[in-house]
């Protein structure tokens, strides 16, 4: 006899659902071909699913939407990688949903996970969800027949898994099942199976040749992303998670934002760990940031066990910053009186390098970077380009360098740090301008945050002091004043007796840095 979907039998059907997919994590992993070969969908799906179970074993509520509701929010929160992201949201929907029956259950986790997916791909997880829902659709409003929705749902989901290695989403991996699609068959696959004990469903053979189709994918596939970039954010309005999305879209691929004000989850592959981890501290503060090096979890281009093969690469503009950083074991491509950096000089310095963090000083210098990434890496070098943008954020960088430390830690740490650095630039102006806050003649004095003007004058003590104060207003206990080459003897005594007098508690870190152009860079953090 089927029964009917309750609060107790929803319980059941998460830890069947867990057990199921734990015991076909080895065989998905294989399966994993999409879309990174890195053969950690089983892995993901399954941890993914520990989450929603410990969720929904705290919930004492009997009402299977509550029940239904702290699962979705255990998923979100335990979600792993690509796969794990989409599986939270068909959660989410199938919560959003259950409170009117199992059909609309189904059509709603379709509907929830189409919407996480930037870019969605026929054979895919998406594919067989949708296809659950097409199957049931009809079943709306129907009384009693949980059972036989919930066997036609899986029966569909099943038929799309095995469709999708026909049907591939990329060419690579023409003849194997696709892993996300394998799973969602896994769990509806459990529900079917705990409505009607009598149903018995057999093991979708693996695939194959699986592991050598994966190795060959890895020769031939091309990335979209060298890295995987996972972080959670709390406090987004939808209007911000909606920003957010777009802002993200030119950064990378395989993009997933999903989640609301109280917990959202970003999911993305990218070229650009930095510039992500940088551009989340505009929406509030990341946490949870994970940074996989996706090369690695392909088994291409594995660290060497030699020492020193692990480089950092940054530019001074001056031959006081130029010492300082050498002095920190950092290979420094010397740009003074504002000379351009240009992406061969990047790749020349890489040497013999088998991983390297490259940290820019200006946009210039960002962008020449990021014109060496495909360069470098057919050399099979790990790369990454810190969204450093000052010399003061490339030293907070460079503090925090750890040979012997995990290489995608250590992008996290040094990407933290340049980001947490807020930097000014008092220059002098070259000629006669208008700004945003009005006009200036030349050598007047600006003072520059982020590139724009906050603050101009005729005295350059004045302007300096002025700008330190405006920069302290937003909190801060450090404080690093660089001294340009044109600026005069009492400037950092001058800026120092100002600190001491109106802001004691602050430390003050001075250095000569000889940069052309710009009298005094100032850093806070």
Not at 83 to 105: H, K, M, Y
Not at 379 to 407: C, F, K, M, W
Not at 413 to 422: D, I, K, L, N
Request: aromatic share 4%; charged share 25%; hydrophobic share 40%.
């Amino acid at each position: 006899m089927m029964s009917e979907l309750d609060t107790p039998r929803f319980r059941a059907w998460l830890e069947r659902a867990w057990s199921e997919v734990s015991q076909s994590r080895a065989q998905l992993n294989a399966e994993n071909l999409y879309p990174v070969a890195d053969s950690d969908t089983g892995s993901n799906l399954e941890a993914t699913l520990e989450a929603a179970v410990t969720a929904m074993r705290a919930e004492d509520s009997q009402e299977i939407g509550d029940v239904a509701d702290a699962a979705a929010r255990g998923a979100l929160g335990g979600a792993q990688g690509n796969s794990g992201v989409i599986l939270s949201q068909i959660f989410r929907g199938f919560a959003d949903g259950i409170r009117e029956g199992l059909p609309q259950a189904f059509a709603r986790a379709h509907e929830a996970a189409q919407k996480a997916v930037t870019h969605p791909k026929e054979g895919t997880i998406l594919s067989a969800a949708r296809a659950a829902r097409d199957a049931v659709a009809l079943r709306a409003g129907e009384i009693g027949r949980d059972g036989a929705v919930a066997l036609d749902a899986w029966r569909a989901a099943r038929a799309s898994t095995l469709d999708s290695a026909n049907n591939p989403p990329h060419q690579d991996a023409m003849g194997t099942i696709d892993a996300g699609a394998h799973g969602v068959e896994l769990i509806y696959g459990a529900l079917a199976s705990m409505l009607d004990p009598e149903l018995v469903i057999s093991q979708i053979p693996s695939s194959a040749n699986v592991k050598e189709r994966a190795h060959a994918s890895n020769a031939n596939h091309a990335s979209d992303g060298e890295f995987e970039v996972m972080f959670s954010m709390k406090n987004l309005n939808e209007k911000q998670i909606s920003r957010l999305q777009s802002e993200l879209t030119n950064l990378g691929e395989s993009l997933l934002v999903v989640g609301d004000s109280q917990l959202c989850k970003v999911h993305i592959h990218t070229d650009l760990p930095g510039e992500i981890i940088e551009l989340s501290t505009h929406f509030g503060k990341a946490y949870e940031i994970k940074i996989t090096h996706l090369a690695s979890a392909l088994g291409i281009g594995e660290k060497s066990s030699e020492t020193g093969t692990r480089k950092l690469i940054t530019v001074a503009n001056g031959p006081g910053l130029s010492e300082l950083m050498r002095e920190s074991g950092v290979r420094v491509i010397d740009a003074f009186n504002s000379r351009r950096v240009l992406a061969q000089e990047w790749v020349d310095a890489t040497e013999s390098a088998r991983e390297v963090v490259l940290i820019p000083i200006d946009e210039q210098s960002w962008k020449s970077a990021h014109e060496a990434i495909s360069v470098i890496r057919r050399e099979g070098v790990r790369i990454a380009v810190l969204a450093s943008r000052s010399p003061l954020q490339a030293l907070s960088a460079i503090s925090t360098h750890n040979e012997a430390a995990d290489y995608d830690d250590e992008i996290v740490e040094m990407a933290t740090a340049a980001r947490q650095t807020r930097s000014a630039t008092i220059a002098l102006a070259p000629r006669d301008m208008s700004t945003d806050i009005g006009g200036v003649r030349a050598g007047d004095v600006l003072a520059l945050v982020d590139g724009e003007v906050i603050l101009t004058g005729t005295d350059l003590i004045k302007v300096c002091n002025q700008c330190v104060d405006r920069m302290l207003n937003g909190g801060g206990e450090l404080i690093t004043l660089v001294m340009g080459e044109s600026a005069p003897k009492e400037l950092a005594e001058q800026v120092q007796k100002h600190l001491a007098k109106n802001h004691g508690s602050v430390e003050v870190t001075t250095y000569v840095g000889g940069q052309a152009w710009y009298p005094l860079l100032i850093g806070v953090e």
